[in-house]
């Protein structure tokens, strides 16, 4: 069974994002992306309480901007989705979780040393240029 539901659709846009997101960090590094993507779909928490489907997640604004800043600043995410991500995309919808990004909400490149904290939410781990970020103990028990 899914982690959520999801449609051809889905699958399509959620690929197009992770490859936007960390193609230069390869296949782990998409699903990583992969994982924050499915986590916040999850999650009833936070800023994620009234996101629900992929696209929402996807397109979600957050003060004024999208979530991911693939969506507005890059042309990788809008191009087609190539079937090696697809299956990618599949994999994290269907059950693949893992640290550092197991039950992450947040990640983000720095230029730099991860910060042990992002907006309060701990430090779970880095993975190339990406440093992850799961929520505090007991702020999205939905997550995990």
Known sequence: MPIVKYTDK????????MRAEAVGEG???????????????????????????????IFQVQGGNYSFEAVQ???????RARSFEKRLAKKNLNYWREHPAKYALWYFNPYGP??????????????KNHCFYEPAAGACDSVY
């Open 10 to 17: 889905d699958v399509a846009l959620m690929a197009r994002m």
């Open 27 to 57: 296949k782990q590094g998409m699903l990583y992306v992969g994982n924050v993507i499915v986590n916040r779909g999850k999650a009833d928490c936070l800023d994620f309480r009234d996101v629900r489907t992929i696209r929402e997640v």
């Open 73 to 79: 600043k890059g042309n990788v995410f809008y191009q």
């Open 114 to 127: 991860c910060p042990p904290t992002w907006h309060d939410q701990p430090f779970s781990g880095q993975y």
